[in-house]
């Protein structure tokens, strides 16, 4: 157990419709990492916060939206679904301060959205 | 596009047998980590190895980099059948970002 925790674990929705995923990092760290798991393009880099601000982008979407809460819950909101966006969403924390390096990350257990 | 690029794509051992997944990338990095996956899991971090660094060791685990050739390995010895997962490396560049290569998957059979 990694100590972060992403709810839902599965969800299963229609084009056109608009989700959200949650992701709780390991107690202390302030950097949460959201990245894309697919067949066809592998592991992807979403976006990262670090003590709620937005600190890097990837190729995140631009129906795709993400905060960071003062609690540091992190938030992905995923709108305007498509097929192709039916994937493995998985959250990362790091105790790390971005540009410090050596930045290990803790990865949950995903979410597995099916857009049907 | 991926940063890394594992080779190779699958591998199938006995077990007892080692394990060679190697990883190449593309641009100067701060360190290169990898990562295992179990199957539709969240990925484990095993060992992180600094650009300094050229052998790192970690149980059963020994990495290797090669900053010139821009090349890692991650050698697996006495493999053993819980071993089976996707192997994935990850480059950390300027920023703390990590990139992920397409992974290994390796399959370890009793």
């Known amino acids: 157990d990694s100590g972060v925790t992403q709810t839902p674990k599965h969800l299963i929705t229609a084009t056109g419709q608009r989700v959200t995923l949650r992701c709780s990092p390991r107690s202390g760290d302030l950097s949460v990492y959201w990245y894309q798991q697919s067949l066809d393009q592998g592991l992807q880099f979403l976006i990262q916060y670090y003590n709620g601000e937005e600190r890097a982008k990837g190729n995140i979407l631009e129906r795709f939206s993400a905060q960071q809460f003062p609690d540091l819950h992190s938030e992905l909101n995923l709108s305007s679904l498509e097929l192709g966006d039916s994937a493995l969403y998985f959250c990362a924390s790091s105790p790390r301060t971005p540009g410090q390096g050596r930045n290990e990350q803790f990865f949950g257990p995903g979410t597995r959205l099916t857009v049907l | 596009s991926q940063q890394g690029e594992e080779d190779p794509q699958a591998l199938s051992i006995q077990e007892g047998e080692n394990a060679t997944m190697n990883c190449s990338y593309k641009?100067?990095?701060?360190?290169l980590q990898w990562y295992r996956q179990n199957s539709g899991r969240g990925l484990v971090h095993l060992i992180l190895i600094r650009s300094n660094e050229r052998e790192k060791h970690s149980g059963r685990l020994r990495v290797t980099l090669d900053t010139s050739k821009k090349s890692s390995s991650l050698l697996i010895t006495a493999s053993r059948a819980a071993d089976t997962a996707s192997y994935f490396c990850?480059?950390?560049?300027?920023?703390?970002?990590?990139?992920f290569g397409e992974g290994t998957q390796l399959t370890v059979n009793p």
């Open positions: 990850a480059t950390e560049t300027s920023g703390s970002r990590l990139t």
């Open positions: 641009t100067s990095i701060n360190n």
